[in-house]
């Protein structure tokens, strides 16, 4: 998780699926109470950055799903309040503070995917939380907070599953 290099970014096949992407996450923001100020040049800004982690999960995948758009914009609208430009080097010159904005990105899309009963999305991101649990380039105390977030998403998961099934 920890090679150095830049996230995959392949061209989505146009702006105009960015911008699609950017809206509709913004509006689900909206109607879930959160405010953001980040914008579609932004996330194809941050997709251009050097990053320790090599997530595999290019710009292309993650304009596809919608929760992981709010994160990416959350995540960055926080960068942005922190006062750090969208440079090449923002996430490495910055792990400790993107990792606050992430924390907070991550809280936010998983209480979006809870109140829309979207245990799919949540039972898909479980074993994301659970990396950045064990994560060692997490601050001790970020990574007490994913383990009580995959407590509590793991519960969500198992109260929405078993909603579906009584």
């Known amino acids: 998780m920890v ?3 830049h996230r995959e970014y392949r061209e989505p096949r146009g702006k105009g699926e960015v911008d699609r992407a950017v809206a509709e996450a913004i509006q689900l923001l909206a109607e879930h109470g959160y405010e ?3 914008t579609a040049e932004d996330l194809i800004l941050w997709f251009q950055a050097d990053t320790p982690f090599d997530e595999g999960f290019g710009l292309d995948k993650v304009i596809a799903i919608p929760l992981v758009v709010v994160h990416e914009l959350v995540e960055i609208d926080n960068v942005k309040r922190m006062g750090i430009a969208l440079t090449k080097n923002a996430i490495v010159d910055n792990i400790e503070k993107v990792d ?5 990105a991550a809280e936010a899309e998983l209480q979006i995917a809870a109140s829309m009963g979207d245990a799919r999305h949540l039972r898909w991101r479980l074993e994301h939380i659970r990396m ?3 994560d060692p380039s997490v601050t001790p105390s970020n990574r007490e907070k994913y383990k ?6 793991t519960k969500t998961v198992k109260d929405l599953e078993e909603g579906e099934t009584g």
């Open 36 to 38: 953001c100020q980040a």
């Open 148 to 153: 009580k977030m995959l407590a509590k998403v």
């Open 3 to 5: 090679s150095e290099g």
């Open 100 to 104: 606050d904005a992430h924390l907070k």
């Open 132 to 134: 950045w649990s064990e």
